[in-house]
């Protein structure tokens, strides 16, 4: 297994720092997954970090893996959020909850330190 994860690493397959996400995308409804869907596969493409639920967890129970996975950031979603560009994102070290626009998501991650 350790030799597995050395390979991935090397090709870049899995995230620095010891494989644990810097980012989580939480969906509160259907249209919140498969928004994080679509969104975790444009992410990664770009550079960034990020894990999110497959599972149909409830939206406690994301935050809860987000927290066992180390994640930096949280970004919520659901069909509420969808319809005003809006996201909730939790900076789960300080605990404080800001929103942003999902027209300009990397670039407020950035701004974060959320990103490549």
């Known amino acids: 297994m350790e030799r597995l994860l050395m390979v991935m690493e090397k090709q870049k397959l899995v995230p620095p720092g010891g494989g644990h996400s810097l980012l989580f995308l939480a969906a509160a409804d259907e249209e919140g997954r498969k928004w994080a869907l ?21 939206l406690k129970a994301q935050m809860r893996e987000a927290d066992r996975q180390q994640a930096s950031f949280v970004i919520a979603v659901g069909a509420d959020e969808l319809k005003r ?3 909730s994102i939790k900076n789960m070290r ?12 990397a670039g407020e991650l950035a701004k974060l330190g959320g990103g490549p």
């Not at 300080?94 to 998501?105: A, E, Y």
């Open 38 to 58: 679509r969104t975790a596969m444009d992410l990664r493409r770009g550079g960034f970090a990020c894990e999110l639920d497959l599972l149909g967890r409830s």
């Open 85 to 87: 560009n809006q996201a």
């Open 94 to 105: 300080s605990g404080k909850h800001h929103s942003v626009d999902l027209r300009n998501l």
